[in-house]
């Protein structure tokens, strides 16, 4: 309220406001009126928060070098202080009294709060709550998320027997509350095809579907989720999710763009989930890997590998740079990241002011910069290479954690080869070598060989190694890097959730045990672990409990079932970080496993799905686009880990890149065919095939990926040659695996695709195309050769070529078939 | 729910292919409410079925429909182009006094003896209007009372890339919306068949600086309201061609089966993203039609060819103004072209003689035929780089060239609601500082969203919990004095 001044002009009009207001209080005191909150008392974080926090805070809240008025309105001691002018914004229980309720009834343009020029503009709804709830004596409480989760105890609900677990009771008591019937279960197909993309990433392939379907086991779906849990590919899934949350990418963003040495980071990830390494230890290997080294049973190399996380930042050397600007660019990124990740918090936005919404300060953001800065990696300001990859040290050579036991094979192998050979003995000059026995020369040949094997599992990563004297960190005043005039700070956690008492500097293991340690503790576990369960949940609902999963702050939204939530997380914390174990809680519950189905009432009624009476339905992310059109197909490379892979992709689609120019080098042999996951993410040009489905380019941490349908998106699954190719893989399957009636082989393209068999109309409608695209490809040579060319996988040249050609344009039906890339 | 506008909204929004998260639909929900306290305004009402923008209605009657921004990509030197400087002539080898820079960020020059180079290019004055534009742009020159020219620009970031981000995206952090996206996604598209917001590039000279998709990408915006880029040189957009063997026939075979498949879906799964789809597939196959049509510059007469120095099926600067022309025609809102390299570290003579001819060509041609079909009231116009270059120079001899420089530079700005024959701001006698008429990025881009009737600090989205704008929390205003 920033002209809370003495000088204020006492306006005609206000009079009638106030009179206004009292009489819009009293009638809601008096209960009647139809407010949001139904009736009820207006509770501050469902109702008024949100108020204050939108129109309010800018101006009013925990920003005071930008505070006006001398109005602090999200402290509850500040906001019922004095003011400036001799009001008081708030008296409890005395709307009639209050400022703060004067002002927003304000016709003046010079008085009203908000002020015009902010854009805000208060309902009379919301008007009336801060009216009822000064008159209730304007209670406080803490923002949900700065609240250690409690443990809630389920709702009584009368349908007891409805539910599997104790997710259950929480969304049947929300639901029975509000009078709507939970959806019936999802058939037996339907969910499996749910479960097994959720966990995978991939559809059944028909023989799971047919056991899935015989099997009359009473928990038959439990050992589904089991055998989904155990495999690789449900690593893989994962893995996708935490890059795009601590921003993995293969290049650096900034300029030239160049490669930079990483893929085994994100091998380490996938390992981690296949492993189910406990997300405490997850975090602290990451963030201090190098400062804390491994564990029972932990690789040497396990650590080494986890700490490239600090270095997964965008990075730069162009030429002119400055190394304090960079410097403080990259503390800032650093920051963002963190919060983001760990703590659902936007503590970017207190790079040059204290936060306008959250209590986050200046110094607060400084402060968890510092503990970042013992990263030793501003050599490549001076020393970046425009080589492809790029030089940014510190980087070591060691094996991939998928390629050890192979390493290890091959070094013992030719250890004892090197031990049984002779040396080597020169002849004298002029004269010719000695022959060698036969074994001696194969064996030579052979450890040749093995060598050059062996070199090849040697790859290079950016590591994080700590200078002896970290760098020191300054309070930047507005951000400014060229102000020296701000005092140097140690690291520290944000000071309004505490401190960590640490003799001496503390490190990044000290920060990431606190993320992980449980409150009582000293830590902030609960919390990491609350905004962590949201963003799993999220990924088995389509949305989290709390929908705003990148902000968990102020500005965010409630959680929809706030104690489910809580209980997620203490019971994530207290399994030991147990992902496996969250995951399976999830998706065994009765609520996972409702229909998606969405009856036209129950969409007008709550068309986002916050009231969970139906499963979420969506289309597949970008990767899960790509990966089932090729498990579809047959052509799916399935490895675990790697160097990135590398997709047809248009011609020039790198042309603006430079410092060097180069050239993409499609991959011609089964590289071609892995999993999205591995694809060479490019910051400045992402593969426009994941760029079409909203894979995000990974500059900065993403919690939530939009989920577009647009014509690019049509524009690749017809004509990118990643899909023509599988079209005629999946028709060659066909001819060569399933009956000789077309009904069989049409039965065969939708079982692969769509997990079922078509039903009459549809086989009618695509008989219909597969017969004009014969006639067409039986007159047409060299329009079928141009059509079968496409894409390094061989042809099957034992089939007719035109047939096939009609078959790749029947397959290519069913693969743009949005049942093809959704999960419902 | 009780405003009816954010109901249609909300419903174009799902119809026009919107499925977002549950944040961002937030965030346009809440931009609804926002768009309801605001008065009707002047414009005409959408066509039905069209995505009217998220500022609807208008704000304000706009004065222009459609941008096209010519990036002058690597920082023309503003000394030898827009802003003359006899002062620093005289000056010429002296060292450029240290109360100047005193303090100032430094790019390649750091640590350097800076030494003051003067202009390396004549000025004439032009026009009833009496601008001084250099000999470098006679043909623009000749124009200078179409346009208005603003010498006093300032911008945050002094290395190309950021530099970029920022002005396309005002703010110097990767993953936010640029401009274009945001254009179409306050104003919608008035093109059928083509994307709203498109992009072209062309090289000469220098090896160029890279550009980066993030300055077309939609950041936080829906993915939609991306910059297409479009190639003037092979296929005109990615995957736009049909795969080889298969007819237009054949395509369209193909997507009426789909499309009859996904109808006969729908009627036992009431699923509306499957609807959606059914548009965005016939979308792309009209793409895939309209796309190679418009890339066809055999429609243009040979005078237009000439006039811009287009040559067809050549990724030249004269080529993509032409096609910029063609775009609007057709009701494209935003158009970015990319004009690189005017990075003149070294040899900034040779270069500049190179790289100015066929811009000043292009350029001129554009204004010229715009306004002679009438476009050019309705098409705003902008030509300049992400920075200027400094009075000092680097290198030595034939190879002298001027340094990334961000406290004063120019830009040319024409059409669309812009005063015509007007000097806007002015740098010190040095041609470094801007002292007069500051212009900075952020007022710009208000400027720009002002013409097209946007309010820029009634433009926002919720993201992070902020009310993000495309002219970023800092203080900026619209530039009256530009405003005709």
Known sequence: MPSASPSRRRVPGRLSAVAWCLAAWGVAASGFGASPSGGKAPDFNRDIRPILSQNCFACHGPDEHDRRGGLRLDDRDAALAELDSAATAIVPGHPDQSELIARIHETDPDTIMPPPESNHVLTAAQKELLARWIAAGAPYAAHWAYVAPTTHAPPPVRQADWGSNWIDPFILGRLEEEGIEPAADADPLTLLRRVTFDLTGLPPSPQEVDAYLADTRPDAYMFLVDRLLASPRHAERMAAWWLDLVRYADTVGYHGDQPHNISPYRDWVIKSFRDNVPFDRFTVLQLAGDLVGPFNGEHADDPVLASAYNRLLQTTHEGGLQAKEYRAIYQADRIRNVSGVWMGATVGCAQCHDHKYDPYTARDFHALGAFFADIDDEKHFKNGTNALPTRREPEVQLVGPFDRERATELDARMHSLDNQLPPLVLPPRAQPPEPEPEGVVASRIELDQLKVERQQLDRALMVTRALKQPRDVRVLPRGNWLDETGPIVEPAIPGFLGSLGTNGRASRADLARWLTTPVASGGAGEYTARVTANRIWALFFGAGLCRSAGDFGGQGELPDHPELLDRLAIEFLASGWDVKQIIRTIVTSRAYRMSSAAPADLLARDPDNRLLARQGRWRLPAEGVRDTALFACGLLVERLGGESVHPYQPAGYYQHLNFPQREYKVDKDDRQWRRGLYVHWQRMFLHPQLLAFDAPSREECTATRMRSNTPKAALVLLNDPTFIEAARKLAELALAEAGAADDERIAFLWKRTLSRGPDADELALVKGLLDRRRVEFKANPQATKDLLAVGVAPRDKTLDAAELAAWTATARAVLNLHEAIARY | ?484
């Open chain 2, 1 to 484: 729910m009780h405003d009816p506008l954010a109901i249609h909204r909300r419903t174009f929004l799902a119809r026009s292919g919107l499925s977002l998260g549950g944040a961002a639909l937030a965030g346009l929900l809440a931009r609804d409410g926002l768009a309801a306290t605001v008065s009707a305004a002047a414009g005409p009402a959408p066509a039905a079925g069209r995505y009217p923008g998220a500022v609807y209605p208008l704000h304000h009657p706009p004065k222009a429909k459609s941008v096209i921004f010519l990036c002058l990509a690597g920082g023309p030197s503003h000394l030898e182009t827009f802003d003359p400087k006899p002062l620093l002539a005289t000056l010429d080898g002296k060292e450029m006094p240290e109360s100047v820079t005193a303090g100032q960020p430094i790019a390649q020059l750091q640590g350097q003896k800076l030494i003051c180079l003067g202009p390396r290019k004549s000025f004439s004055r032009h026009g009833e209007c009496g601008t001084e534009v250099s000999d470098y742009f006679p043909l623009l020159g000749s124009l200078a009372d179409k346009y208005a020219v603003v010498r006093s620009m300032v911008t945050e970031q002094i290395n190309h890339d950021p530099a970029h981000t920022f002005m396309n995206c005002g703010t110097g952090l990767s993953g936010r919306p640029s401009m274009g996206a945001w254009v179409t996604y306050g104003l919608g598209s008035e093109a059928h068949d083509l994307p709203g917001f498109v992009v072209m590039t062309s090289k000469l000279g220098r090896n160029p600086q890279p550009i980066a998709a993030r300055q077309w990408h939609s950041g936080f915006l829906p993915g939609q309201f991306q910059g297409v880029e479009f190639s003037t040189s092979g296929p005109p957009v990615h995957y736009v061609t049909n795969p080889p063997g298969v007819s237009t026939a054949h395509q369209r075979d193909l997507i009426d089966t789909v499309a009859a498949l996904e109808n006969h879906r729908l009627a036992s799964l009431a699923d509306p993203e499957i609807a959606t789809r059914l548009r965005q597939y016939e979308l792309a196959f009209k793409m895939q039609t309209s796309v190679p049509q418009l890339a066809d510059l055999s429609g243009e007469s040979a005078e237009t060819l000439a006039l811009y120095g287009a040559q067809p099926g050549k990724a030249t600067v004269g080529t993509n103004c032409l096609m910029a022309r063609r775009l609007v025609e057709r009701g494209v809102r935003f158009v970015h072209l990319y004009h690189s390299d005017w990075d003149h570290h070294g040899g900034i003579d040779g270069y500049m003689q190179q790289i100015c001819p066929p811009t000043d060509q292009a350029a001129a041609a554009l204004l010229i035929d715009l306004e002679r079909r009438g476009l050019l009231d309705e098409t705003l116009v902008v030509v300049g780089g992400e920075f200027g270059r400094t009075p000092m120079g680097q290198g030595k001899g034939e190879q002298i060239g001027r340094d990334h420089h961000i406290k004063g530079f120019s830009m040319l700005l024409a059409g669309g609601g812009i005063r015509p024959g007007i000097v806007h701001g002015a740098t010190d006698d040095f041609g470094y500082n801007a002292i007069q008429d500051v212009v900075h990025v952020r007022d710009l881009h208000a400027t720009m969203l002002h013409l097209l009737g946007i309010d820029h600090m009634r433009f926002t989205v919720q993201y992070q919990g902020l009310d993000s704008k495309l002219t970023g929390v800092e203080p900026a205003k619209p530039v009256k004095a530009l405003l005709a």
